[in-house]
């Protein structure tokens, strides 16, 4: 079954600067990528889906998929201390969505 | 927007207690799901449903019922609640199947079990 997990587990990035966050899969065979952010106290907003190798863009989140390298990242360009939260990074797999545990993003200000 | 509301926010409950937790989508979504989302573990699936009357398993669908009574209402019931049931709960809803098409979530309701 696929395996999915984030890294790394907490992050701190200064206002400003770009925040990188990844994530592996065990299967390539997927076609169907999701990054989502949680914010305490509420639900799972997603931020970009992607379904094919390269880049997706989305306002100020970028989502890079190689499947080969069973890998898809998010950077988030210009991030601002409300970007603070939770990620998560979800791949689809026999009509199910496998989630990561997800990495707490902490944006200083 | 998708609309997907869950009540109560929060619940405290003993053990062998019966917890009763509710949502709620006004989209007109065929799809809806329960998910338990634990430290370490991201988000599980318990139950899903494809229509009012419907009921689906998910992954980890012991010590859960859930009953869909229509197509806007999903409700998780735990009728001897244990520990390890103390998670965050999210509801989704969506307009095709799991995977297919992006899931509406509500808020969560956090349930600790004594």
């Known amino acids: 079954q696929q395996k999915v997990q984030q890294s790394p587990e907490s992050l701190t990035v200064s206002e400003g600067a770009m925040a990188s966050l990844n994530c592996t899969f065990s299967?390539?065979?997927?076609?169907?990528f999701r990054w989502y952010r949680q914010h305490s106290a509420k639900g799972l907003e997603v931020l970009v889906s992607?379904?094919s190798d390269g880049e997706k863009e989305e306002g100020r989140f970028t989502a890079h998929l190689n499947r080969a390298n069973l890998h898809v990242s998010l950077h988030i360009r210009e991030p601002q201390p409300s970007d603070s939260a939770v990620y998560l990074c979800?791949?689809?797999?026999?009509?199910?969505?496998?989630w990561g545990s997800g990495t707490k993003l902490i944006i200083k200000p | 927007e998708a609309a997907v509301t869950q009540s109560p926010r929060n619940k405290v409950t003993v053990t062998g207690g019966n917890v009763t937790l509710s949502c709620r989508q006004t989209n007109s979504h065929n799809y809806m799901y329960w998910y338990r989302q634990d430290t370490g573990h991201g988000l599980r699936l318990i139950h899903y449903?494809?229509?009012?009357?419907?009921?689906q398993i998910g992954d980890v669908p012991d010590g859960y019922k859930a009953t869909r009574t229509t197509q806007e209402d999903f409700f998780l019931l735990l009728e001897l609640a244990s520990p390890s049931q103390t998670s965050l709960y999210f509801c989704a809803s969506s307009d095709v199947r799991l995977g297919n098409a992006e899931q509406f979530f509500g808020p969560g309701t956090r349930l600790t079990v004594l």
């Open positions: 979800a791949v689809r797999s026999n009509y199910q969505l496998i």
């Open positions: 992607i379904f």
């Open positions: 299967d390539g065979t997927s076609n169907n």
């Open positions: 449903s494809y229509g009012a009357g419907n009921l």
